[in-house]
């Protein structure tokens, strides 16, 4: 469901708005990103997500490669940035265009103004604050598609808190109450 999903807002068909995850493009930044456009798209405001690396990049993140094909998603260099309302994802702080509506971010708040909304929670990983807004279980009704976003959410809060170790956090891992489907 979130590859057929990615293959069809590709086409950028009544998008208005991009999430834009942070050039480090980890994992919890492409997941992350794709996630809260996918849910975006549920509520009826059509969203792409932008991997923020150039499409030659791919292949070296191995723990995106086998999640999603290269040919279904878009790139930082596939688009005209200032063509769209952008929100941040995974960072706060990086002017891109004049229209940054929105940001989701799990460190420091920067402190910057964004026009429709800001969620900035110190987390272990920035999937949980997607994972809080998507409300799976009230938004979501067909079992298939709620697996495969938890299964999604599940692999990024691992990978990103490093399996909660407690030692490389000094915050309540809030995270480990979304990994409980």
């Given at each position: 469901?979130?590859?057929?999903?990615?293959?069809?807002?590709?086409?950028?068909?009544?998008?208005?708005?991009?999430?834009?995850?942070?050039?480090?493009?980890?994992?919890?930044?492409?997941?992350?990103?794709?996630?809260?456009?996918?849910?975006?798209?549920?509520v009826h405001i059509?969203?792409?997500?932008?991997?923020?690396?150039?499409?030659?990049?791919?292949?070296?993140?191995?723990?995106?490669?086998?999640?999603?094909?290269?040919?279904?998603?878009?790139?930082?260099?596939?688009?005209?940035?200032?063509?769209?309302?952008?929100?941040?994802?995974?960072?706060?702080?990086?002017?891109?265009?004049?229209?940054q509506i929105g940001?989701?971010?799990?460190?420091?708040?920067?402190?910057?103004?964004?026009?429709?909304?800001?969620?900035?929670e110190k987390v272990?990983?920035?999937?949980?604050?997607?994972?809080?807004?998507?409300?799976?279980?009230?938004?979501?009704?067909?079992?298939?598609?709620?697996?495969?976003?938890?299964?999604?959410?599940?692999?990024?809060?691992?990978?990103?808190?490093?399996?909660?170790?407690?030692?490389?956090?000094?915050?309540?891992?809030?995270?480990?109450?979304?990994?409980?489907?």
């Amino acid at each position: 469901m979130i590859n057929q999903f990615l293959r069809n807002i590709k086409l950028l068909k009544n998008v208005k708005q991009l999430v834009l995850g942070n050039p480090t493009a980890d994992m919890d930044s492409c997941v992350g990103s794709i996630l809260l456009s996918y849910h975006m798209a549920e509520v009826h405001i059509p969203t792409a997500p932008i991997i923020n690396y150039n499409r030659q990049s791919f292949g070296s993140h191995f723990e995106t490669v086998e999640l999603f094909h290269v040919d279904d998603l878009l790139f930082i260099n596939d688009v005209d940035l200032k063509q769209y309302d952008l929100i941040l994802y995974d960072h706060n702080d990086i002017n891109y265009t004049n229209n940054q509506i929105g940001s989701i971010y799990h460190h420091e708040d920067k402190g910057q103004h964004f026009t429709q909304f800001k969620k900035i929670e110190k987390v272990g990983s920035a999937v949980t604050l997607v994972a809080e807004s998507m409300e799976l279980e009230k938004n979501y009704k067909c079992k298939q598609e709620i697996g495969e976003i938890a299964q999604l959410i599940m692999k990024t809060i691992l990978i990103d808190t490093f399996n909660f170790q407690q030692n490389q956090y000094q915050i309540r891992w809030v995270d480990q109450d979304k990994t409980n489907f």
